[in-house]
């Protein structure tokens, strides 16, 4: 496992220009949801700004994790000169949009069951909150609190009163554990669709099959993912109050990021694809 997380840290770094992309196809989504949340005012807008959402999710990730695919095979070349490998991720990115063709079906796919998948859980567990602990404040949850500073969500949860900000609190906490679990379940989804099978249930059924098979090592490398988002967050936390230290912790976010991603896709590429199969 150590060999993994070496090899995906030196893959990051010869692949940090896929930050670029990523920062700007972030961007492209964050900028469309603050759109969506001051102009949506009707329910039929709202759907409208749902789908279009995920549209553009689902183009925005084919594209990325296309990118991702042919640089990391790239990372394994060797180049006599630096510009030869500049050239070379210049025609990757060149050829993002080969990556809707491709992938898009499958991620749009993939996004929409887990939006589906999210917002049923969500009332589940509001029910559950509701039942057992009490009332929950539907504006406390709602999704654009992600759409705001960390000062103003902190300044808003810090004038709640104790029992509601229990409440509040219980139903996080219920959302975060079964996030953890189904972002478990779900490791090796994205790499199968990359990697082997465009059909995004059989890709699966598939991604279960070799997660099981592999049980104790993927969930090694998964923890590993997770402490390292832990601490990437205690240093957010810390900071968030600096604009200018701020500004690196986000080139920190960043880099996690992709080094999550370069991490499962090496696992995956290690573990369950034959090298003289790779393309």
Not at 60 to 83: E, G
Not at 123 to 138: A, R
Request: charged fraction near 15%; glycine fraction near 2%; aromatic fraction near 18%.
């Amino acid at each position: 496992m150590l060999n993994t997380l070496k090899a995906a840290f030196k893959r990051t770094n010869d692949s940090i220009i896929l930050a670029t992309p990523l920062v700007i196809l972030l961007s492209v989504i964050g900028l469309y949801s603050a759109y969506a949340r001051v102009s949506v005012d009707t329910m039929p807008k709202a759907i409208v700004a749902i789908i279009t959402l995920i549209v553009i999710c689902a183009g925005c990730a084919a594209c990325w994790f296309y990118a991702v695919k042919k640089t990391i095979k790239l990372s394994t070349k060797f180049f006599v000169f630096d510009t030869d490998r500049a050239k070379e991720f210049l025609n990757i990115l060149k050829n993002l949009p080969k990556g809707i063709g491709e992938l898009f079906l499958p991620f749009l796919f993939l996004i929409t069951f887990d939006v589906i998948i999210f917002t049923l859980v969500a009332i589940f567990i509001s029910w559950v909150v509701s039942t057992h602990i009490g009332t929950i404040n539907p504006d406390l949850i709602a999704p654009n609190h992600y759409l705001i500073s960390s000062e103003e969500l902190l300044n808003m949860y810090s004038n709640l009163p104790e029992r509601e900000l229990f409440i509040v609190n219980a139903w996080y906490l219920l959302f975060s554990a079964f996030t953890i679990i189904f972002m478990f379940i779900t490791f090796l989804w994205i790499p199968e669709i990359v990697y082997n099978e465009k059909n995004p249930l059989i890709a699966l059924k598939n991604s279960f099959d070799k997660l099981f098979s592999k049980f104790s090592k993927t969930l090694g490398i998964y923890i590993c993912t997770c402490i390292l988002y832990l601490l990437t967050g205690i240093i957010s936390a810390i900071l968030m109050f600096y604009p200018l230290l701020y500004f690196f912790v986000l080139l920190l976010y960043y880099y996690y990021l992709l080094y999550a991603i370069i991490l499962a896709f090496t696992y995956y590429e290690q573990e369950f694809i034959v090298p003289d199969e790779d393309e």
